[in-house]
């Protein structure tokens, strides 16, 4: 991921009403949700939701796929991650974090170092 990727996902983020409904998302997982659900749970009417929707997908953070008469929006995954690495592997030192791929696991291991010094207030 370049960096004028990383602008556009975080440019769709950088609004409350497409985070809480992309960290919705998140929690439907792999199946995603349909727009529907997505508008009762976060009581956003559906039209506004449908334009917070389309910002995410046009930068690529979600999908849709039609099923039945509903639309289902989910996730983009590969795409999170991708973010999440550049995150880690661009913006932060060995010694604050670091991110690697687990085979045995199956699955990219994210740590963060204890700095607990630094985050007191």
Do not use: W
């Not at 913006?91 to 204890?114: F, G, M, P």
Request: net charge negative; charged share 25%; with cysteine.
């Amino acid at each position: 991921m370049d960096i004028q990727d990383a602008l556009t996902v975080f440019d769709a983020l950088s609004q409350e009403t497409r985070l809480k409904a992309f960290r919705l998302l998140v929690e439907f997982g792999m199946e995603g949700a349909p727009a529907g659900v997505l508008s009762e749970k976060l009581g956003v009417p559906h039209n506004t939701l449908s334009f917070h929707l389309s910002h995410m997908a046009n930068a690529g953070l979600i999908t849709s796929r039609k099923q039945g008469r509903s639309v289902i929006y989910t996730v983009d995954f590969c795409l999170f991650q991708d973010v999440l690495r550049f995150m880690i592997e661009d913006c932060c030192t060995s010694e604050t974090a670091s991110i690697r791929d687990s085979k045995s696991q199956n699955c990219t291991l994210i740590e963060l170092k204890n700095l607990s010094d630094c985050c007191k207030k």
